[in-house]
């Protein structure tokens, strides 16, 4: 069993950064596929990115590369998600999950309870 829990989301304006952790329960956190979602309302869930369990490997969904980046620290049982250049399109609430062994798309088994993240224009 997993337990992840988030923080970092909150109220910034248009090209604003925000950077969100996710800290995991359990010792072998360096065995786990790590992934961000996102939320807005009235919206489905959508992928934003992923850290694979090994090899440090990343992806990215369009609408965010060259802006977001995912990082993963195995000593503290972390992983981040660094968003610059913030846009109010990029508004929802952020969900952290993790899959064992999971490569960098997933599939994922645990989730976080998620962090709202809102971008003012």
């Known amino acids: 069993q997993v337990q992840l829990v988030e923080s970092g989301g909150g109220l910034v304006q248009a090209g604003g950064s925000l950077r969100l952790s996710c800290a995991a329960s359990g010792r072998t956190f360096s065995r786990f596929g790590m992934g961000w979602f996102r939320q807005a309302p009235g919206k489905e869930r959508e992928f934003v990115a992923g850290?694979?369990?090994?090899?440090?490997?990343?992806y990215y969904t369009d609408s965010v590369k060259g802006r977001f980046t995912i990082s993963r620290d195995n000593a503290k049982n972390t992983v981040y998600l660094q968003m610059n250049s913030l846009k109010p399109d990029d508004t929802a609430v952020y969900f952290c999950a993790a899959g064992l062994l999971a490569g960098v798309q997933g599939p994922y088994a645990y989730w976080g309870q998620g962090t709202q993240v809102t971008v003012s224009s």
């Open positions: 850290i694979g369990w090994s090899a440090g490997g990343t």
